[in-house]
Nanobody
Framework: QVQLVESGGGLVQVGGSLRLSCVAS????????MGWFRQTPGKEREFVGG????????KTPNSVLGRFTISRDNAKNTVYLQMNSLKPEDTAVYYC??????????????????WGQGTQVTVSS
């Protein structure tokens, strides 16, 4: 049974930082491309970062470029999302996801095979 478990969310002030973690089990983690998405009520899930199986290729969208960094540690079956200079508009539930297309950075939800339950991030002003 595949499980993705996010942690590290919480309440932070504007300009602060958080590091989200996602621990995977039940799959060969090192062969999967990993991604982070976020979602607010009434909106579609938004891609905020992706990394290929080996960690050599990453991508973040313009909305978080220079503030969010995705990385992975295959020895720990964990993917991270470092979030700096947080803004109120970063408030959302953050999800990690795993895609069998390991050699690509995947930005569309439909190409992910597994999802975590999400962790809430709230940025207060």
């Amino acid at each position: 049974q595949v499980q993705l478990v996010e942690s590290g969310g919480g309440l932070v002030q504007v300009g602060g930082s958080l590091r989200l973690s996602c621990v995977a089990s039940g799959l060969t983690f090192s062969t999967y491309s990993m991604g982070w998405f976020r979602q607010t009520p009434g909106k579609e899930r938004e891609f905020v970062g992706g990394v290929t199986w080996g960690g050599y290729v990453t991508k973040t969208p313009n909305s978080v470029l220079g503030r969010f960094t995705i990385s992975r540690d295959n020895a720990k079956n964990t993917v991270y999302l470092q979030m700096n200079s947080l803004k109120p508009e970063d408030t959302a539930v953050y999800y990690c996801a795993a895609s069998r297309f390991g050699s690509e950075v995947i930005s569309t939800t439909s190409q992910y095979d597994y999802w975590g339950q999400g962790t809430q991030v709230t940025v207060s002003s």
